[in-house]
């Protein structure tokens, strides 16, 4: 992998550093912010979203196969297939209480219109699993939502990562990490906390 690396500190944080990885490949231009939020907005939404009280939903398929149907490798993996949910944003309105809690983050971003956003909780697993590669918006490898960005924000510190076809992306607490929403990328567990929780968010 071939990278080109540029730090900047314009209108950030003193302690934030802004990472661009370029690649040879247009599609998976990366561009990592960390220490995106000041501290003790990011402590207030972690706490919010670790919380005993967190509402969490069963997403009972974190990515879906019609390989599964005859794929043995599919099948053995499926057990792992599956993550906590909360639907904050959609359909052109808030969709969880909890959506609140995620205004500094957008107003930092400055989108022009949002599509999506999501919490996301992976479990902790004996090893490390990697889940299967996808795209947040539109049929895998279409141009449907062509220009719009997808933006992971990391709510805790572990050893699980995001994945792309040419590197990785590691979980970090109060790292963003935003690339074109039709890049492939995939998710993990964790095997060192008992969870992975970040923030997904897609718009224009």
Same mark, same amino acid.
């Given at each position: ?10 209108? $950030?944080? @003193? ?10 490949? =247009? ?8 220490? %995106? *939020? =000041? @501290?003790?907005?990011? /402590?207030?939404?972690? /706490?919010? #979203?670790? +919380?005993?009280? #967190? @509402?969490? %939903? ?11 149907? %005859?794929? =043995? ?18 359909? +052109? ?5 909890? &959506?609140? &809690? ?30 299967? %590669?996808?795209?947040?918006? +539109? ?7 062509? +220009? ?6 990391? *709510? ?18 109060? $790292?963003?990490?935003? #690339? =074109?929403?039709?890049? @492939? ?7 060192? /906390?008992?969870? $992975? ?5 897609? &718009?224009?």
């Amino acid at each position: 992998m071939h990278l080109v690396l540029l730090t900047s500190l314009k209108n $950030r944080a @003193p302690a934030s550093v802004v990472t661009i990885l370029k690649t040879m490949d =247009p599609l998976a231009n990366l561009e990592i912010i960390d220490n %995106f *939020l =000041p @501290p003790e907005e990011f /402590e207030r939404i972690s /706490e919010v #979203f670790t +919380g005993q009280d #967190f @509402p969490w %939903f069963v997403n009972k398929a974190k990515v879906m196969h019609v390989a599964r149907m %005859f794929d =043995p490798e599919l099948q053995a993996a499926e057990i792992y297939n599956w993550q906590m949910v909360n639907y904050l944003y959609g359909n +052109g309105q808030p969709l969880s209480q909890m &959506y609140e &809690y995620v205004l500094p983050i957008i107003n930092l971003l400055q989108p022009r219109a949002l599509i999506r956003i999501k919490a996301n909780l992976n479990h902790h697993t004996d090893s490390l699993q990697e889940y299967a %590669f996808h795209t947040d918006c +539109g049929e895998y490898g279409s141009e449907e939502f062509e +220009g719009a960005t997808t933006a992971i924000f990391y *709510l805790n510190s572990n050893n699980g990562y995001t994945k792309f076809h040419n590197g990785r992306v590691d979980s970090v607490a109060n $790292r963003l990490v935003k #690339f =074109p929403v039709n890049t @492939p990328h995939s998710g993990t567990s964790t095997t060192n /906390e008992k969870y $992975r929780v970040v923030l997904n968010i897609n &718009y224009f």
